[in-house]
């Protein structure tokens, strides 16, 4: 079946620092991909995604683009904040038929940003 | 918009007992409600799919006489843990598709419910 490798955390990073994290993934079909990001005791909120190839979502500073050829969709954000520590997990929907999607979801990356 | 809220956002109960755990869709009707357990530091299990006014689908490996899922209209879905032990502990986090409209496959979460079970 499908599947999402996103790089391991934790991630620490000081305040203003350039994020990274990695996310590749193995899929049969073209699915979507989204990045969603978790704060503590809270459930998921959709960060970002891209539907097709060379694709970029973003929102609130971060940017993910969908690398088929690499199949790739690394998230990026240029200065991160104190408030951006959360659980970041990488995601892509697979078609099951009918209407009916589902999601398949990486491991999650802790990042923590210090002031 | 689309918001998801799920009730209660924490509950404790003795083992053997029963809990049922609401999803609502706030502000908009969804077809499909998924259900699924996080264990700490860990990512999502998918546990089922509930389509309104049909069965749920359930994943492989999830006791579908022990998770019973309901999703009696376009803005509800309830799981209930049936005869609750220590092992099911765990957070539960819903998620909803939007209906209608063009075809779309993002999902929008539920806040989660942390289950504790003595």
């Known amino acids: 079946g499908d599947s999402v490798t996103q790089m391991e955390g934790p991630v620490t990073l000081s305040e203003e620092a350039f994020l990274t994290i990695n996310c590749t993934y193995t899929?049969?079909?073209?699915?979507?991909l989204f990045w969603y990001v978790q704060y503590p005791g809270e459930g998921l909120q959709l960060l970002l995604k891209?539907?097709?190839?060379?694709d970029k979502g973003s929102n609130k500073g971060f940017e993910a683009t969908y690398r088929k050829e690499t199949t790739s969709f690394h998230l990026e954000k240029g200065s991160v904040q104190v408030s951006d520590s959360a659980v970041y997990f990488c995601?892509?929907?697979?078609?099951?038929?009918?209407?009916?999607?589902?999601?398949?979801f990486g491991k999650g990356t802790l990042l923590t940003v210090n002031p | 918009g689309a918001v998801v809220s799920q009730h209660p956002s924490r509950v404790i109960c003795k083992s053997g007992t029963s809990v049922k755990i609401e999803c609502r869709s706030l502000?908009?009707?969804?077809?499909?409600m998924f259900w699924y357990r996080q264990f700490p530091k860990q990512s999502l299990m998918l546990m089922a799919t509930?389509?309104?006014?049909?069965?749920?689908?359930?994943e492989q490996g999830v006791e579908k006489d022990k998770f019973l899922i309901n999703h009696a209209s376009l803005t509800l879905s309830t799981l209930t843990v049936t005869s609750a032990h220590p092992e099911d502990s765990s957070f539960y986090i819903c998620?909803?598709?939007?209906?209608?409209?063009?075809?779309?496959?993002?999902?929008?979460f539920g806040p989660g419910t942390r289950l504790t079970v003595l």
């Open positions: 998620s909803a598709r939007l209906a209608g409209g063009p075809l779309t496959d993002t999902q929008y």
């Open positions: 899929a049969t079909g073209y699915p979507s």
């Open positions: 891209a539907t097709k190839a060379d």
């Open positions: 995601a892509l929907s697979e078609y099951t038929g009918g209407s009916n999607y589902k999601l398949t």
């Open positions: 502000d908009f009707q969804a077809t499909t």
């Open positions: 509930s389509n309104e006014g049909s069965k749920a689908t359930y």
